[in-house]
């Protein structure tokens, strides 16, 4: 009993983060595709198009440069943004070059928080700031199991050195690495 529940620990703990990348790619993915298809994202006069975004969240920013920024080419932003989030999506659902994907996430939501959510109030209605922290353990863990760069690695025979590989250690007199515990 006692095993089996260590066990189901470690499957739980190697698992872990794919709920996370799941929901970060699949939202991402959706909200890249969202701006593209959109009927008003795109046209300037619309109400809730990027343009009036843009306007309306210049004074209250946190970086009103940000914003200025944007406003030198705004469809060329509105484009490298909705693009930017599909990547993002993409990469993350795949888990190919997670660490880059999660931290391309979490730029966008930083820039997103420091600019359009910044005036929200409490902190915690705004959506972005919590998108940045839920893209924190992505960065920092990367994609370890069920991925594309989880897979790259075994077949670069360096599956000991990626991400959520069990622990190899060498046993004493022992020439080559034993495992810990059996492969993923």
């Not at 060329?76 to 660490?99: D, H, N, P, Q, W």
């Not at 959520?164 to 492969?183: D, K, L, Q």
């Amino acid at each position: 009993m006692r095993e089996t529940v260590e066990r189901w620990r470690e499957v739980a703990g190697r698992y872990a983060l794919l709920p996370l990348r799941v929901f970060l790619g699949v939202t991402f993915v959706y909200a890249g595709l969202d701006k593209l298809t959109s009927d008003s994202f795109f046209t300037d006069s619309a109400n809730g198009s990027l343009l009036q975004i843009l306007h309306s969240s210049h004074d209250t920013a946190a970086i009103p440069g940000l914003v200025d920024l944007a406003l030198k080419a705004p469809h060329g932003f509105g484009y490298a943004i909705a693009l930017g989030e599909i990547a993002v999506g993409l990469g993350t659902l795949a888990g190919l070059f997670g660490r880059v994907a999660a931290a391309g996430g979490a730029l966008i939501s930083l820039s997103l928080w420091l600019t359009v959510s910044w005036p929200t109030t409490p902190y915690y209605y705004g959506n972005d700031l919590a998108y940045l922290m839920a893209w924190l353990p992505l960065v920092l863990a990367g994609a370890p199991v069920l991925s594309a760069d989880r897979l790259l690695a075994v077949r670069r025979g360096r599956a000991a050195d990626a991400p959520g590989a069990p622990e190899v250690t060498r046993a004493p007199g022992a020439s080559g690495p034993v495992r810990s515990a059996p492969p993923a």
